[in-house]
C-alpha cells in the first residue's frame, strides 16, 4: 500500500534531521579526536602554520618559478590567482558563513570550554566553511593545473591538508568546515584555471 503525501513529507524530514544531528555528533567527535592531541612544541608549530606572513617565502617562491614558466606574461598568473584569492574568501564568508551561521567550537557555549585554542584567539563567529582551507586548496588546484607536475600536486596538497588541520589544531573549525573549504576552494580554483588558460591562449603571445 502506498504511503500518502502528507505522510512522506514528515518522515522525509524527521529522517533529514537525524541525518544532520548524526553528521554532526561524527563532526564533533573528530574534532575532539584532534583537538585534544596536542603539546607545547606542536603549538609553537601550528601558531606558526597559521599565520600568513610564515608563508611570504613560499609564495615568493612560488612566484620565481611562475615567472620562470611565463616570463613577462606573469602578470596574467597574479591577476588570476589575487581574482581567486578574493573569490574563495568572499565566497566562503557571504555565501556560507553567514547564510550558514555555524558557530565555531571554540564559540559553541556547550563546547568552548574544553576546546585547545591557541593563543587565545578564536576568529569571527561562524566557521562553515573554513575560509583558510577554502583559499589555500584554491591555490593549490590553480597551481597544479598550472606547473603540471605530479611532485609538486603532492607536495601542494600536503602542504593544503597540513594548513588545514592546524586550523581544527587551534580549535577554530570543526573538520566538516575544512572539508567544506576544501571542496570550495578546489571548485574555484578549476574555475579559475579554465578562465586563465583560455585567456592566455586567446589574448597572450
Known amino acids: 500500500m502506498p504511503v500518502s503525501y502528507d505522510r512522506a513529507v514528515p518522515c522525509f524530514y524527521i529522517f533529514a534531521i537525524s541525518m544532520i544531528e548524526l553528521l554532526k555528533t561524527i563532526d564533533t567527535q573528530l574534532f575532539f579526536f584532534f583537538n585534544r592531541n596536542h603539546s607545547e612544541f606542536m603549538d609553537g608549530v601550528m601558531s606558526a602554520v597559521t599565520s600568513k606572513y610564515t608563508w611570504v617565502p613560499f609564495y615568493i617562491i612560488l612566484l620565481f618559478f611562475a615567472w620562470r614558466k611565463t616570463k613577462r606574461n606573469v602578470w596574467l598568473v597574479i591577476v588570476s590567482v589575487a ?6 574568501d568572499q565566497v566562503s564568508v557571504h ?13 559553541n ?3 568552548k570550554d574544553k576546546v585547545h585554542v591557541l593563543d587565545g584567539y578564536c576568529g569571527g563567529l561562524y566557521g562553515f566553511v573554513s575560509s583558510h582551507a577554502a583559499n589555500t586548496f584554491a591555490l593549490t588546484t590553480f597551481l597544479i593545473f598550472f606547473f603540471r607536475n605530479k611532485y609538486f600536486a603532492l607536495f601542494m596538497y600536503l602542504w593544503a591538508a597540513f594548513v588545514s588541520y592546524s586550523r581544527v589544531y587551534a580549535g577554530v573549525h570543526y573538520p566538516f568546515d575544512i572539508l567544506g573549504g576544501m571542496t570550495l576552494g578546489i571548485f574555484l580554483g578549476l574555475i579559475v584555471y579554465k578562465f586563465y588558460f583560455h585567456y592566455s591562449k586567446k589574448y597572450v603571445n
Open 95 to 107: 555565501l556560507f558563513k553567514e547564510i550558514f551561521q555555524r558557530y565555531r567550537p571554540c564559540h
Open 109 to 111: 557555549l556547550l563546547l
Open 83 to 88: 581574482v581567486l584569492i578574493t573569490l574563495s
